[in-house]
Structures are given as structure tokens and as C-alpha cells.
């Protein structure tokens, strides 16, 4: 079908066309007449995503994911937040309400749980596309009831979404304060074990006495270290008391007053003995006496030296009695400081139980105290931006609206009828339809001939 053609029978069967038109625009001005009108109230609410959690300080991750406000949308359009508004609204309480429930149920069911599908159905919740707003609106035919029903939907949001942030840490709560009781008993144990074990080993410093124990330790070590080179010395130089000659060297001998003192009465009584033998002989009476007089002195400083000689046994015997002595002392005060290393370790032991069962309390009780506060906040991240108020103009039905649509609509349905009619009943319309209904080329046009009145008389008069 060529363009011509399509206008050639839009010509030839115009009348149906507008009769077509005529009817679905009369019908569709009509029955917008005819429906009940209804009411559409809109509240905005702002939900705040990028404003620190009052409590922790820190702006949730879940709060800026992109299905956030999805999500939001789906609570809006629950059945909790739906039945919240039921029982806001009271329609468990209004005998119509009631009525009108039994009357479709039969009494089955919950009356929250019909009442919230019907009013879901008129519900009409759309997230911003570029901010964090959301806009709740309700189609009623009573403006007052649409707007109320639009407010409550807004409020019974914002209190769902408080209880879903409440109800988790009332659980949380619950849990860490069992957590806490626990943890503060092993706390207690740990530091009543702590002080026991202070109070067995007398530990009240951590490092006082211990330094105090390794000086007198570094101090015997240098004691018994004297004491080993004294013992050494005294035992060399009684070694040297049974040989004369050896004797006669030691230093006690050589530094003793009393020998310097016979030494040199000795030296003068030889001296004279030896002038007497040269000056008497030794047979004569004075070299005798003087003889006599120089062996008792020898015997005396012998003696002398036998004494002294003596006495360095005595030293030595003690040096060795002090050696063992230190030596015993030393090996204690070693026991005695390993001992108080073990001590500290097992101290050093039980002091990290406390702290890490220290540490373990306090975040629990952190954690205890913050859970405890988002229990019992009464905030909440999303605000009534604008409630609804009554509208004053109809949402629906739009007459102007409707009317264009039908006039489109009608338009397609009328030239559809046209076609319909003339694909029922094919005409020739023109040269084109000639040709294809004949399947032979046109070879001329025969202009139609234009009669006025009177010849038309003449000719109906002449037949």
C-alpha cells in the first residue's frame, strides 16, 4: 500500500474515522467523569549518610553503599512498616474497619495483616536519583486520610529503622555484659593469684630487692676472689718455713723489728767473737763467754723466726677458713638470686595474665558500654524533610491528560477501523489500484466530467 492509496481510503471512509474518535474520546471524558476522585500526598524524608555515627564517631560503610537506598525503599514497603501504620491508624479499633475486614475474610487472618496489604497497594515510594530523599506517596479518594496515612507511613519508617538499629544492640548488649561478668572474674583470679604469690615470696618491688641481692652477689665474688689470692700467697710462704735459708727470705722475717734488732746484736757478737779468736784464741774464757753469747742469740733469732714462721700457718689456716666460708656464702647468695630470677619470671608470668585478661575486660567493657548506648538511643539518621498536607487538586482522574490520550489512542483505533473496513471490502481507488487488481499497465486517464443542476435535471428527465 502506497502513501496515496492510504489517503485515497482515509478519504473515501472519513466518516468512520471520526465516528470512531468521537466515540473513544466521548467514552474516555466520560468515564473520567464518572470515577471516583483521588488524592495524592507526598512525604519527603532525608536520610543522612555521611554524618559520623553519634555513638562511635565514624560513618558506617553500610550508609554509602549503593543498594543502600534500595533497601530503605524495601522497609518502606514492608509489611512491619505497613502494620506499624495500621495500629497508628486505629483500624483495629474501628468497628467499619472491623466490619468491613470480616466481610471480606471471613474473619481469617489478622486485620493488621489485610489492612496493611490494601494500604501497600496504594502506596507509591520513589528514591532521588541524585540525593538521599525519598518521597512516600498515598493515593485515597479523602485528601485528610491520604496525607495522614503518607505521614504515618513516614513516622512508622523512621521508628522500624530505629528498632532495627535498637534490636541488635539490645542483643549485643546482652551478650557482652555476660562477656564482661566472665572476664571480670578471670580478671579477679588472676590478680588475687598475683597477690598471693607476692605475699609467699616477699616480693613487693619489681626490681629493688634483686638489684640489692646481685651486688652483695658482685661483692662476694670479689671477696672470695681476695680471699683465693690471700689463701694463695700465705700457702707459698708457709712452704717456705721448713728451709732456713727460704725462711730467712720471707718478708714478715725481713719486715719483723725484733729480728732487724737480734740480727744486728748477732752481727756485733760475731764481730767481737771473731776479734777474740784473733786477739785470745778460742780456748780463752772471754771467746768461750762471748762464744755462748752469740749461739743464744743465734738460738733466740731462730726462735724469732720459728715464731713468725709460725704465725704464717695461723694465716694460712684462716685464709682457708674465710675461703670456704666465702665460698659457701657466695654459692648461697648464687642460689639465693636465682632463686629470686625465677621468682621474677614466675612474677613476670603472672603479671601478663593480669594484663592480658586486663586488656581482654577493657574491650569487652568498651564494646559493652557502646552497645549498651546504641540500645537505648532514640536517634536516628532520617528526618521528616516535608510531611504531607491534604491536597487541594485531584491526582487522578486527569481529564486533560485522559482526553489527549484518547484522542491518540482513538486516532490509531480509527485508522485501524478504516483499514479493517476496506481490507473487508476492497474498491478501486485510483490508477494503482487498477493495475495491481488487473495485472495490466494503465494507458490513459478519463477526467470525471462535472455536471452543474440543471444539466443533471436534463439528463434525469431525459431517462
Known amino acids: 500500500m502506497t502513501f496515496q492509496q492510504f489517503l485515497l481510503i482515509l478519504r473515501a471512509r472519513w466518516l468512520v474515522g471520526v465516528a470512531v474518535l468521537f466515540i473513544v474520546v466521548a467514552t474516555t471524558v466520560a468515564v473520567s467523569l464518572v470515577l471516583p476522585k483521588q488524592y495524592t500526598s507526598t512525604t519527603s524524608v532525608l536520610i543522612d549518610v555521611k554524618s559520623p555515627d553519634p555513638i562511635l564517631g565514624v560513618t558506617l560503610p553500610a550508609l554509602v553503599t549503593p543498594g543502600y537506598m534500595a533497601t530503605q525503599v524495601d522497609i518502606v514497603t514492608s509489611d512491619r512498616v505497613a502494620q506499624r501504620v495500621v495500629r497508628m491508624l486505629g483500624f483495629e479499633k474501628s468497628p467499619q474497619a472491623i466490619e468491613q475486614w470480616r466481610q471480606a475474610t471471613e474473619g481469617q487472618g489478622s486485620i493488621e495483616a489485610y489492612y496493611a496489604e490494601l494500604l501497600k497497594k496504594k502506596l507509591d515510594v520513589k528514591p532521588s536519583r541524585e540525593s538521599n530523599v525519598l518521597a512516600i506517596g498515598f493515593d485515597g479518594q479523602d485528601p485528610a486520610f491520604s496525607a495522614a496515612v503518607a505521614n504515618a507511613f513516614a513516622q512508622a519508617y523512621i521508628d522500624t529503622n530505629l528498632e532495627l538499629k535498637i534490636e541488635p544492640a539490645k542483643q549485643y548488649a546482652s551478650w557482652f555484659a555476660?562477656?564482661?561478668?566472665?572476664?571480670?572474674?578471670?580478671?579477679?583470679?588472676?590478680?588475687?593469684?598475683?597477690?598471693?604469690?607476692?605475699?609467699?615470696?616477699?616480693?613487693v618491688a619489681t626490681d629493688e630487692r634483686l638489684d640489692i641481692e646481685n651486688a652483695r652477689l658482685a661483692e662476694l665474688s670479689s671477696q672470695y676472689t681476695a680471699i683465693q689470692a690471700q689463701r694463695s700467697d700465705t700457702a707459698s710462704r708457709q712452704a717456705q718455713v721448713?728451709?732456713?735459708?727460704?725462711?730467712?727470705?720471707?718478708?714478715?722475717?725481713q719486715q719483723n723489728s725484733?729480728?732487724?734488732?737480734?740480727?744486728?746484736?748477732?752481727?756485733?757478737g760475731e764481730?767481737?767473737?771473731?776479734?777474740?779468736?784473733?786477739?785470745?784464741?778460742?780456748?780463752?774464757?772471754?771467746?768461750?763467754?762471748?762464744?755462748?753469747?752469740?749461739?743464744?742469740?743465734?738460738?733466740?733469732?731462730?726462735?724469732?723466726?720459728?715464731?713468725?714462721?709460725?704465725?704464717?700457718?695461723?694465716s694460712n689456716r684462716v685464709n682457708v677458713q674465710r675461703e670456704a666460708e666465702v665460698r659457701a656464702a657466695l654459692s648461697a647468695q648464687k642460689a639465693r638470686v636465682l632463686e629470686l630470677k625465677k621468682q621474677r619470671d614466675d612474677l613476670a608470668v603472672l603479671q601478663r595474665e593480669v594484663e592480658s585478661a586486663q586488656r581482654a575486660y577493657d574491650a569487652v567493657a568498651q564494646r559493652f558500654t557502646q552497645t549498651t548506648l546504641e540500645s537505648q538511643t532514640t536517634q536516628t539518621n532520617i528526618v521528616v524533610l516535608t510531611p504531607a498536607i491534604p491536597p487541594i487538586e485531584p491526582s487522578s482522574p486527569n481529564i486533560l491528560l485522559?482526553?489527549?490520550?484518547?484522542?491518540?489512542?482513538?486516532?490509531?483505533?480509527?485508522?485501524?477501523?478504516?483499514?479493517?473496513?476496506e481490507l473487508?471490502?476492497?474498491?478501486?481507488?485510483?490508477?494503482?489500484?487498477?493495475?495491481?487488481?488487473?495485472?495490466?499497465?494503465?494507458?490513459?486517464?478519463?477526467?470525471?466530467?462535472?455536471?452543474?443542476?440543471?444539466?443533471?435535471?436534463?439528463r434525469a428527465a431525459a431517462a
Open 271 to 314: 764481730a767481737r767473737l771473731n776479734e777474740m779468736s784473733q786477739r785470745y784464741g778460742r780456748n780463752h774464757p772471754e771467746y768461750q763467754r762471748a762464744q755462748g753469747e752469740v749461739d743464744v742469740m743465734k738460738a733466740k733469732l731462730e726462735a724469732e723466726m720459728k715464731k713468725v714462721a709460725s704465725t704464717l700457718g695461723t
Open 242 to 253: 721448713g728451709n732456713a735459708q727460704q725462711l730467712d727470705s720471707l718478708p714478715e722475717v
Open 402 to 421: 485522559n482526553t489527549l490520550v484518547s484522542i491518540f489512542l482513538g486516532t490509531l483505533l480509527a485508522v485501524g477501523t478504516v483499514l479493517l473496513l
Open 258 to 268: 725484733l729480728i732487724i734488732g737480734l740480727k744486728s746484736e748477732l752481727a756485733r
Open 178 to 203: 555476660g562477656q564482661s561478668k566472665a572476664l571480670r572474674e578471670e580478671l579477679e583470679k588472676a590478680q588475687n593469684k598475683l597477690s598471693a604469690f607476692q605475699m609467699e615470696s616477699g616480693i
Open 424 to 458: 473487508l471490502d476492497q474498491r478501486v481507488r485510483g490508477d494503482d489500484d487498477l493495475q495491481q487488481l488487473l495485472g495490466v499497465p494503465v494507458l490513459g486517464l478519463v477526467s470525471a466530467v462535472k455536471f452543474n443542476k440543471s444539466a443533471k435535471r436534463a
